[in-house]
């Protein structure tokens, strides 16, 4: 029996995934196989020595300490595009909100009932000062072409408007997808200098927190309207307080409120919803839990933040499974060690990621606890799983 514990309440649709008779699920379970988790803090998590997996219903993992399960052998799952649709029709919400101040509207007319005036004597006169621009035949830059950021900016070139995008990393799978309207845009000050609206889709990183600072926003447009759904940290908020201030931008959207941004002229503050909906929480929890138990049967990765994906088909009656550095003659020295004992291996998958890499070996016999452990004492191996059918 697989043990998993979760941490927050996880959708029945993702505990379906999976079987009662392999798996006993609670938030409970001691000496767990693997951790079902949305939001709960476990930076400071004690591992047990059972911990073999982490799946994270959701795209963002700064809330897990991936390092310290790279260290210790345990594989970090998220599930992007999962919550893809459901950021996606936020940030056209977003994109309205930031151009017309529908928010500041509705609280004027909530204000005037308040002090007893008759609002309909005062709409008309009112209104003015919330008018906004509208977006079709404005230009939009995206940055960060991952499965949000693909969804938006094709939207948004049904809604009429020039859309360019970057991202350094773009996948063959988000470019695909892409529509052939959207301008790929080669850096960075591109999206700066030539948007009227900006909204940002990259996770958070040593080299993204803080991107939108005093000097990227003294190359954009005068009038930029922001949209940040995607990290609060990805925001420098001292400088974006003062370039709201001088009018330099217009507007700003963000999913992530601080007492910095509260009460500030033209910020929208959105209590976290971009993927606080049925649907998403449904698919994020499906998603990491297929990810989860295809890990403990089969050895196979995908979708995982700290180690590489690595999906192959069984071709043998058993199959070791080995977390390590990337270090030279560490396959050699997993395959010596099986041809010193006779095994024959069938089938043999080796895949890296950065410093960390992930072999899969498909033998034609059965092994002993043996020819386990002396794998295991290999310099630079960190985890050995010993599977059969």
Not at 146 to 151: C, E, L, N
Not at 157 to 171: A, E, I, Q, R
Request: proline content about 4%.
């Amino acid at each position: 029996m697989f043990r998993i514990k979760t941490l927050n309440k996880i959708s029945p649709a993702g505990l379906s995934q999976l079987d009662k008779a392999r798996y006993t699920v609670s938030d409970s379970e001691e000496q767990e196989d693997g951790i079902l988790v949305r939001s709960a803090d476990m930076q400071e998590y004690p591992f047990p020595d059972t911990l073999r997996a982490i799946a994270r219903a959701g795209a963002g993992v700064n809330n897990i300490p991936v390092d310290r399960c790279s260290q210790a052998g345990i594989v970090v799952f998220n599930t992007p595009g999962a919550n893809a649709n459901a950021v996606k029709e936020l940030t056209v919400c977003a994109l309205m909100l930031s151009s017309r101040n529908v928010v500041g509207g509705s609280k004027w007319v909530d204000a005037q009932v308040t002090a007893g005036v008759d609002v309909t004597t005062v709409v008309e006169k009112g209104k003015s000062q919330f008018v906004g621009p509208e977006v079709m035949g404005k230009t939009l830059g995206v940055i960060g072409l991952g499965a949000i950021g693909v969804q938006v900016a094709n939207i948004a070139t049904k809604l009429g408007m020039n859309v360019y995008g970057h991202d350094p990393f773009l996948s063959v799978d988000a470019a695909l997808s892409l529509s052939r309207m959207v301008h790929v845009a080669p850096d960075l000050e591109t999206i700066y200098k030539n948007c009227d609206y900006i909204t940002i889709h990259v996770p958070m990183s040593k080299e993204t927190k803080g991107m939108i600072n005093e000097d990227a926003i003294h190359m954009m447009k005068g009038g930029v309207r922001i949209i940040n759904l995607a990290r609060g940290g990805l925001v420098n908020e001292p400088d974006l307080v003062a370039a709201l201030q001088s009018g330099k931008v217009a507007s700003y959207v963000t999913d992530f409120p601080t007492n910095v941004l509260a009460g500030c002229k033209n910020v929208t503050l959105i209590p976290h919803l971009g993927a606080s909906t049925p649907e998403s929480e449904e698919n994020c929890a499906v998603m990491a839990a297929q990810e989860l138990r295809e890990y403990l049967e089969n050895g196979n990765i995908r979708n995982s933040v700290n180690l590489p994906t690595l999906e192959q088909p069984w071709s043998g009656i058993a199959r070791i499974c080995v977390i390590h550095k990337n270090s030279p003659g560490m396959l050699a020295q997993i395959t010596a060690l099986l041809s010193d004992e006779g095994v024959n291996v069938e089938n043999m998958t080796n895949k890296s990621k950065g410093e960390y890499a992930y072999t899969v070996v498909d033998i034609a016999s059965r092994v002993s606890d043996k020819e386990i452990e002396d794998i295991r004492a290999i310099d630079g191996v960190l985890r050995v799983r010993y599977l059969t059918h």
